[in-house]
């Protein structure tokens, strides 16, 4: 079992020490150059985007997540720094092996370039820009002034987020995001360190935060066969949720294995290998579930 976390930074995390990726960078004393060179690591954009959030947008992938979930679709997207990964090319007839590195160093300007691209689309669908990842706020500083610069374009920006940060560096990204698209998982925190590396704590602190500002959140539980799907577990989530102050929509997203295929080329163990999803019959049950507790619950996000 801890063969998966290998890929992670989870023991960096649950030791309570912080990397450097959590520490904010003072944006008061940034000028409005200086902010458009603050680096990161990313390693994908997706353009024209539907379902990361309202509209068509650009989702733009932050490398590097402290979490390291056993059926994480992304798994290029764990580590914090560009690796090698395998790719297939064809070659006469037949295919030819190459490696090649996923991960990039971009600035905001950079990636102001790429998301300004598709600005007429936003304005038409009411769409804009998401961050994604990996895990979007464990390069605080990279997110922060990403989000201040489509502010000041105007562009709608989304944080799709684990919601494993510490609580100061959550709140004090609260205000610059318009939307967070925000996991839940597991409630057992023996359990959820099991499946993802990390306990909860930080992820349930921060959600009732999101919840008590009002902030605009669409919250998701991944259904996975066996392992979040449990009557008692999504009978936890639904306890919790119904309590939260404003938040009373839950998303319940099917387990897929379209990253099968990015394990076997990043050479890593899948935990997840021969795992169907779930059938319709399995959704409709934990969407019933949440919805007996008096949530709206809707199959996909
Ligand atoms: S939080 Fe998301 S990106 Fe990180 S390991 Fe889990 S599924 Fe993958």
Redesign the pocket.
């Known amino acids: 079992m801890g063969r998966r976390f290998l890929l ?1 930074m989870q023991g960096i995390a649950s030791a309570g020490v912080r990397p450097a990726a959590w520490v904010i960078h003072p944006r008061e004393f940034i000028s409005f150059a200086e902010r458009l060179s603050v680096k990161g690591t990313i390693f994908n954009y997706q353009r024209y985007a539907l379902h990361d959030g309202p509209g068509i947008r650009t989702t733009v992938f932050l490398k590097g ?1 402290p ?3 056993w ?5 290029e ?2 580590r914090p720094s560009p690796e090698r990964i395998a790719t297939t090319i064809p070659s006469g007839g037949s295919a030819r092996a190459k490696a090649s590195v996923i991960g990039f160093a971009a600035d905001v300007a950079d990636v102001m370039a790429e998301v300004e691209k598709d600005v007429v689309f936003y304005d038409e669908s009411g769409g804009g820009v998401t961050f994604s ?3 979007p706020l464990y390069q605080p500083a990279f997110l922060e002034t990403l989000l201040a610069a489509c502010r000041e374009r105007d562009i709608h920006t989304a944080v799709d987020t ?1 919601g ?1 940060a510490p609580p100061d560096v959550f709140r004090k990204m609260l205000p610059a995001a318009d939307l967070f698209l925000y ?1 839940l998982k597991v409630m057992d925190p023996v359990r959820h360190r099991e499946l ?1 590396g990390v306990s909860n704590g930080w992820i349930l602190q921060n959600l009732k935060t999101l919840s008590e500002r009002s902030t605009a959140a669409v919250l998701r539980f991944p259904a996975i066969p066996g392992l979040t799907d449990t009557p008692e577990n999504v009978r936890a989530v639904a306890a919790f949720v119904r309590d939260l102050e404003t938040i009373q929509n839950i998303a319940v997203l099917p387990y897929h294995h379209t990253g099968e295929g990015k394990y076997r080329r990043l050479d890593v163990p899948n935990p997840m290998a021969g795992v169907m999803p779930p059938d319709a019959a399995a959704l409709e049950r934990i969407r019933a579930q949440f919805e007996s507790f008096g949530l709206t619950a809707v199959i996909g996000g």
Do not use: R, V
């Open positions: 992670n997540c979490l390291g979930c059926w994480c679709h992304n798994p997207g764990i990842g990996g895990e684990s494993h996991d993802t």
